[in-house]
């Protein structure tokens, strides 16, 4: 079954930290690019971090220098470190990748003030 299943979502206070994974399956992990997007109530899904399957990065200047996207090709996992939280990172998080063009259900990240 080709699938995209996220964990790790929750509630943080501001400043706090979360590490978002999402696991694989039924893909050819190591050929795909990865991303994480994310969506919060009245706005449009955005870009959040992307990897590709050589290890290249790229953010959105909005989470650049705090978050950190990577990926564990034996694992068939992709993650996302996120530090120093705000309330405005507060959203569904969504995993996805390109091969074929697959989401994850969203997992729910909660950033207090």
């Known amino acids: 079954q080709v699938q995209l299943v996220e964990s790790g979502g929750g509630l943080v206070q501001a400043g706090g930290s979360l590490r978002l994974s999402c696991a694989a399956s039924?893909?050819?992990?190591?050929?795909?690019?990865l991303a994480w997007y994310r969506q919060a109530p009245g706005k449009q899904r955005e870009l959040v971090a992307g990897?590709?399957?050589?290890?290249?990065?790229n953010y959105a200047d909005s989470v650049k220098g705090r978050f950190t996207i990577s990926r564990d090709n034996a694992k068939n996992t992709v993650y996302l470190q996120m530090n120093s939280l705000k309330p405005e990172d507060t959203a569904v998080y969504y995993c996805?990748?390109?091969?074929?063009?697959?989401w994850g259900q969203g997992t729910q990240v909660t950033v207090s003030s």
């Open positions: 996805n990748a390109n091969r074929p063009i697959i």
């Open positions: 039924g893909i050819i992990f190591s050929i795909n690019v």
């Open positions: 990897i590709t399957n050589g290890g290249n990065t």
